[in-house]
T-cell receptor
Framework: GAGVSQSPSNKVTEKGKDVELRCDPI?????LYWYRQSLGQGLEFLIY????????KSGLPSDRFSAERTGGSVSTLTIQRTQQEDSAVYLC????????????FGQGTRLTVV | GDSVTQMEGPVTLSEEAFLTINCTYT??????LFWYVQYPGEGLQLLLK?????DKGSNKGFEATYRKETTSFHLEKGSVQVSDSAVYFC???????????FGTGTRLTIIP
């Protein structure tokens, strides 16, 4: 596609339920990032995939959070047993990699846990 | 680890005023530096970047110079417009640690 696509754009879930957020990066981009943006807050790094290397999971806030990237393309961020503090906008980005290249961001998924 | 410290906001200026948003960083080696912008209702997008010391990134009238001696990458614009109202994020990447590390963001509001 022309850009990074995220789905769903909005998700309302009940506390304790599991959710899956999807990211389709730009074709050919080897690097993929997940960030979280809480209301009025900055960007919190969650996880980073680069090619076939082991992902950098250092930003995942708890073991309820996990992510995978299948075939070096689509990525899914899973949050188990959601809590109200998980409510935020989850942003995905991709880049060609290499450290000094532009990251292209999707529009995000707004997650609301009620 | 690598980190970015950004000028706290929010910042409110009148149209045609001079803008500076401060950004300093802590990183080993030779990071690449970026400014990203998030306009109301839109996704994050790259505004400008610089990949080595003394480089100047520029776009849409904005400029920032990579100063290694002061570990800074301050964003400037000589005459702001209402359409520049947005949230601005300073960020870096580093070889060996290629994830983007962001500052906390600065909300800029320009009033006519």
């Amino acid at each position: 596609g022309a850009g990074v696509s995220q789905s769903p754009s909005n998700k309302v879930t009940e506390k304790g339920k599991d959710v899956e957020l999807r990211c389709d990066p730009i074709s050919g981009h080897t690097a993929l990032y997940w960030y979280r943006q809480s209301l009025g807050q900055g960007l919190e790094f969650l996880i980073y995939f680069q090619g076939n290397s082991a992902p950098d999971k250092s930003g995942l806030p708890s073991d309820r959070f996990s992510a995978e990237r299948t075939g070096g393309s689509v990525s899914t961020l899973t949050i188990q047993r959601t809590q109200q503090e998980d409510s935020a906008v989850y942003l995905c980005a991709s880049s060609v990699g290499g450290g000094n290249t532009e990251a292209f961001f999707g529009q995000g998924t707004r997650l609301t846990v009620v | 680890g690598d980190s970015v410290t950004q000028m706290e906001g929010p910042v409110t200026l009148s149209e045609e005023a001079f803008l500076t948003i401060n950004c300093t960083y802590t990183a080993t080696g030779y990071p690449s530096l970026f400014w990203y912008v998030q306009y109301p209702g839109e996704g994050l997008q790259l505004l400008l970047k610089a990949t080595k010391a003394d480089d100047k990134g520029s776009n849409k009238g904005f400029e920032a110079t990579y100063r290694k001696e002061t570990t800074s990458f301050h964003l400037e614009k000589g005459s702001v417009q209402v359409s520049d109202s947005a949230v601005y994020f300073c960020a870096l990447t580093n070889f060996g640690n290629e994830k983007l590390t962001f500052g906390t963001g600065t909300r800029l509001t320009i009033i006519p």
